[in-house]
Structures are given as C-alpha cells and as structure tokens.
C-alpha cells in the first residue's frame, strides 16, 4: 500500500505521460500538448485568460535548456509553483477567518 505522497508523485508522472509524446519526443510536451495538459488539467487556473499567451509565457518561463518543450523536470517546476502559490493562498484565506475576516 502506497502512501498519499506516493500516490500524488505517482499521479503527476501519469498526467505528464498522458500528454507527452502525441507528437514528437514521448519525454516531452511541446506546446500543443502543453496547451492540452494546462487546459485538460488546470483550467480553473488559466480560467478567463487568454490562454494563447499564458502557454506561450508558460513555456518560455518552463523551458530553461530553450529547446522549444517541457521535459518533466520542468514539468515539475511548474506544478510545484502553482503549489506554492496555492498553499499561500489557503494559509492567508485561514489568517483572515481567524481574524473574522
């Protein structure tokens, strides 16, 4: 039996793998499967933007050896800002129902 942690790190390897490799390097998203992971799996956050631009800034911020795609390393890096991001956003939404907000 895995662990919570173990099942989420197993879960985000599955959810990179499902979208990389449709076309091209199977180890990697380019920016159509980019497109396709941000707006299958994190619509809420890309919700009302215009989604054109947030990939393309996305992929420029992801894709640090500048080869056009986002292997999972950089995957990762998106997923764990998005995580920070979230996280201060529960702790400063508990601050203010504490403080009757």
Known sequence: MS????RAMEDLIKVFYCY?????????LNKKELKNMLQEELNDFL???NDAKV???IMQDLDENRDG?????????LVA???VAC??????LVK??????
């Open 69 to 77: 795609e986002v292997d999972f390393q950089e995957f990762v890096v």
């Open 96 to 101: 203010k129902e504490k403080r009757g907000i």
């Open 47 to 49: 919700n009302g933007t």
């Open 20 to 28: 990389s490799g449709k076309e091209g390097d199977k180890y990697k």
């Open 3 to 6: 662990s919570h942690l173990q």
């Open 55 to 57: 990939v393309e800034k």
């Open 87 to 92: 996280n201060e956003f529960f702790v400063d």
């Open 81 to 83: 800002a998005l995580t």
